[in-house]
T-cell receptor, first 117, second 113 residues
Framework: DAGVIQSPRHEVTEMGQEVTLRCKPI?????LFWYRQTMMRGLELLIY????????DSGMPEDRFSAKMPNASFSTLKIQPSEPRDSAVYFC???????????????FGPGTRLTVT | QKEVEQDPGPLSVPEGAIVSLNCTYS??????FMWYRQYSRKGPELLMY????GNKEDGRFTAQVDKSSKYISLFIRDSQPSDSATYLC?????????????FGTGTQLKVEL
């Protein structure tokens, strides 16, 4: 299995530009998560999809951030317009949630390192 | 106050030492307690998880949960240079919208030869 695939791996852009991050979850997984990691705040959940439906977007910082999951094998996180404080590593993770309250291991992608100048 | 607190380190130990990593939390609704390991420029990967108070052992790793004190620990015996990584504690609670993980900020560990 190829694991969770993210692209691009690195993105450098200027303030005000639109940024689109992409994620392909592990085949068969039904939940997808977008996280942001910074030194100061650690790993923060931005949004969580289950069966392609956004379940919890309370971590999305502002209206400049939006996420979509048009099908089970693809998701995007868009920032428009981007700002220097958005610089971070963005991770996508997927899991198979079969119901109940047990542990559902989340498998993380390699991340996209975003730098906004 | 953050829901999960973790000392960021860095923590540097000699090879063969016993390492103790810790987290405290404030939300008594957390049900599952996990440790993730993250190598430099990689995504986190699940190391082990526990549900109830007590110890769980997996090879050189032991996870410990004390729900009464809201304190969890990860012990690494006979530490190796390959254990050098950032260790993140994570906790989950079931919400109406499914399982959510809350992570600590991570402790950076370096095991020196």
């Amino acid at each position: 299995d190829a694991g969770v695939i993210q692209s691009p791996r690195h993105e450098v852009t200027e303030m005000g530009q639109e940024v689109t991050l992409r994620c392909k979850p592990i085949s068969g997984h039904n939940s997808l998560f977008w996280y942001r990691q910074t030194m100061m705040r650690g790993l923060e959940l931005l949004i969580y999809f289950n069966n392609n439906v956004p379940i919890d977007d309370s971590g999305m910082p502002e209206d400049r951030f939006s996420a979509k999951m048009p099908n089970a094998s693809f998701s995007t996180l868009k920032i428009q317009p981007s700002e220097p404080r958005d610089s971070a590593v963005y991770f996508c993770a997927s899991s198979l949630e079969a119901g109940g309250t047990g542990v559902h291991e989340q498998y993380f992608g390699p991340g996209t390192r975003l730098t906004v100048t | 106050q953050k829901e999960v607190e973790q000392d960021p380190g860095p923590l540097s130990v000699p090879e063969g030492a016993i390492v103790s990593l810790n987290c405290t939390y404030s939300n008594s609704a957390f049900q599952y307690f996990m440790w993730y390991r993250q190598y430099s420029r990689k995504g986190p990967e699940l190391l082990m998880y526990t549900y109830s108070s007590g110890n769980k052992e997996d090879g050189r790793f032991t996870a410990q949960v004390d729900k009464s004190s809201k304190y969890i620990s990860l012990f690494i015996r006979d530490s190796q240079p390959s254990d050098s990584a950032t260790y993140l504690c994570a906790m989950s609670r079931f919400t109406g919208g499914g399982n959510k993980l809350t992570f600590g900020t991570g402790t950076q560990l370096k095991v020196e030869l």
